[in-house]
């Protein structure tokens, strides 16, 4: 605000940072003074392209190692994401009713969040959005939606569970293998604790892996020996990797026994998906 005020009143420089890095409260963020400047006040600038600003955003938190925030004015995930059934109706009727910009603008996408207050033209909007076409029962996908939500399931931060879920309502085959069973063995009695994991999984032809493997803990055990299966009936996986992983406990009340939301967000070294 700032800076826009400085530069209504003559300033003809404005430093700053993309997605306001910088050392303790940060700087001016140049993600949102340039489409201000540009696109909400008109000035001229030299500026060829203001639809990369989002592109660039993220390409800055990568170097950086610091996760963008989802909410960044024009740039953040979460600045043209839509929830409610009225609202995401609304935006498909005419965008400018919640809207205030095209996110196309800056390079950014409009979202739709499915949770359980979103309506019908909400999944059917996603649906259209993830590729799948609209033609799932959008009432009897959303009525899925809610029963999993109620157990602790949150596909509004995981729209790549959503997606194999519709699909699945459509008939398609979502399971391109079959994990038959695993056992993990630990050894505490030394001076660090080894975990070996061994697992059986059979793919969509009826092709079995039974394979073995080390790890630092159970978790490691288990997705080495995973990997080493999967890797030989599907080679691109070798690329997949995780980058992050969230456990949250759903009700406290049950301590050890409570269930547990798990987010895991894995990439291909091009694109991501939780």
């Known amino acids: 605000a700032n800076s826009l005020a400085a530069v209504k ?3 003809v420089m404005v430093q700053g940072t993309v997605n306001g890095l910088g050392e303790r409260c940060g700087n001016a963020n140049l993600c949102s003074i340039i489409p201000n ?3 909400k006040l008109g000035m001229v600038s030299n500026i060829p392209d203001v639809s990369k600003l989002t592109k660039l955003s993220h390409l800055v938190g990568e170097v950086a190692n610091i996760e963008p925030d989802p909410k960044l ?3 953040g995930r979460s600045a ?4 409610g059934g009225v609202h995401v109706s609304a935006v498909l009727k005419d965008s400018r009713t919640y809207e205030h910009m095209d996110p196309k603008l800056v390079g950014n996408e409009r979202r ?3 949770s359980e207050l979103a309506g019908t033209s909400s999944l059917l909007a996603k649906s259209e959005q993830l590729g799948i076409g609209s033609k799932a029962d959008g009432k009897e996908v959303l009525e ?6 109620s157990q602790g399931f949150s596909f509004e931060a995981a ?5 194999l879920l519709v699909r699945k309502m459509k008939g398609e085959n979502t399971q391109p293998f079959k994990l038959e069973g695993f056992r993990l063995f630990m050894d505490v009695g030394g001076p660090s604790t080894i975990s ?7 793919d969509h032809n009826g092709n079995v892996e039974h394979t073995a493997a080390d790890g630092n803990g159970p978790v490691n055990a288990l997705d080495r020996a995973l990997r080493k299966a999967l890797t030989r009936l599907y080679p691109v996986l070798s690329e997949v990797r995780l980058i992050d992983y969230k456990v949250r406990v759903i009700d406290g009340k049950d301590a050890t026994a409570a269930n547990v939301r798990v987010l895991i967000r894995s990439t291909d070294g091009k694109s991501s998906w939780t």
């Open 9 to 11: 009143a003559g300033a």
């Open 144 to 149: 899925r939606v809610k029963q999993l939500e």
């Open 80 to 83: 043209f994401a839509h929830k």
């Open 37 to 39: 400047l540009l696109i």
């Open 112 to 114: 739709i969040l499915i």
């Open 196 to 202: 070996e994991a061994s697992i059986r999984v059979v």
């Open 159 to 163: 729209e790549a569970s959503l997606e």
């Open 73 to 75: 004015p024009f740039v």
